[in-house]
């Protein structure tokens, strides 16, 4: 972005600051979470909660934040326009439902509380037709849903390929937002290729150094007892072929060429000979 860029972001944003409060909550998260939620965001947060596209990945560092942020984006979808469904998928039962608690947890400090017509450890429905609703990633789960306003894709790296591709028709006609947060896990599945290759979105990378609350002691004793390649993940969000792996992720794709004709060539089953058998053979291959 620009410097001009910015400086109009900037006007604009304290144009907003002069209307009446709940008008500046409706079309701003970023006051939201300050005015409402008393929640400090850093500065890589204060971009994410004004982001105003629709496809976001973040790459971010352990502990950094991520969950918290994308939190208080679901909680302000389903308060400030009725009507939307808000998907939390993660890898695990588990993990969802501590994702979910981030949301009700931020629910818990607002001084009016909505009306809420279900409220449960893995969902919950307001008065305004509004739902969140949390999942494991099978994909045979999500499907039954449609119409999506906001998708939030927990540890994308470690969830199937399958539930990447099932949920983004959700979104066709409500035109929501899809965010995949996570570290990285090798050089695989949708959010590797994504972030390296995909059009359209914008990303965010955030390392353990970004983040005022990781300590420098402590990111060296990690180093230390993790190992690099543990380390590289979880905590400078890079991605690093599998220890198991025989062949590097760029040896591989330096390998490919379009221009070598294959060694044997495709056979169609139309383009197959098949040779004539007769009655007799067929018959000795009868299992009495």
Not at 244 to 254: G, I, K, L, R
Request: with cysteine.
């Amino acid at each position: 972005m620009t410097l001009e860029t910015r400086l109009r972001h900037i006007e604009k944003r304290l144009a907003k600051r002069q209307k009446p409060k709940a008008t500046v909550e409706y079309s701003d998260p970023l006051f939201f979470a300050r005015s409402t939620l008393k929640f400090a965001p850093d500065p890589w947060q204060e971009k994410v909660l004004s982001w105003e596209g629709n496809r976001l990945l973040l790459n971010c560092s352990r502990q950094s934040g991520k969950s918290t942020t994308t939190a208080i984006l679901a909680l302000h979808q389903v308060l400030f326009f009725p009507h939307s469904l808000v998907l939390l998928l993660s890898p695990t039962l588990r993990q969802s439902q501590e994702l979910f608690k981030k949301v009700s947890d931020f629910l818990s400090v607002l001084p009016v509380k909505p009306n809420m017509t279900e409220d449960n450890k893995l969902s919950l429905q307001l008065t305004n037709g509004s739902r969140i609703v949390s999942l494991p990633s099978k994909e045979s789960n999500v499907r039954g849903f449609s119409g999506a306003k906001l998708i939030v894709i927990d540890e994308a790296s470690r969830v199937s390929d399958a539930l990447y591709y099932s949920v983004r028709p959700m979104l066709a006609v409500s035109g929501g937002k899809l965010i995949a947060m996570t570290t990285p896990f090798g050089k695989r599945g949708f959010f590797h290729q994504e972030w390296m290759d995909g059009q359209g979105w914008e990303k965010v990378l955030i390392t353990a150094d970004h983040c005022p609350r990781i300590s420098k002691a402590f990111l060296e004793e990690e180093r230390r007892t993790l190992g690099d390649w543990w380390f590289k993940q979880e905590y400078l969000c890079e991605f690093v072929d599998t220890v198991d792996q025989v062949f590097s992720y760029e040896n591989v794709m330096a390998a490919l060429s379009t221009e070598v004709e294959p060694l044997f060539p495709a056979v169609t089953p139309t383009t197959a000979v098949v040779p004539p058998v007769s009655v007799a053979a067929w018959s000795s291959l009868i299992v009495r």
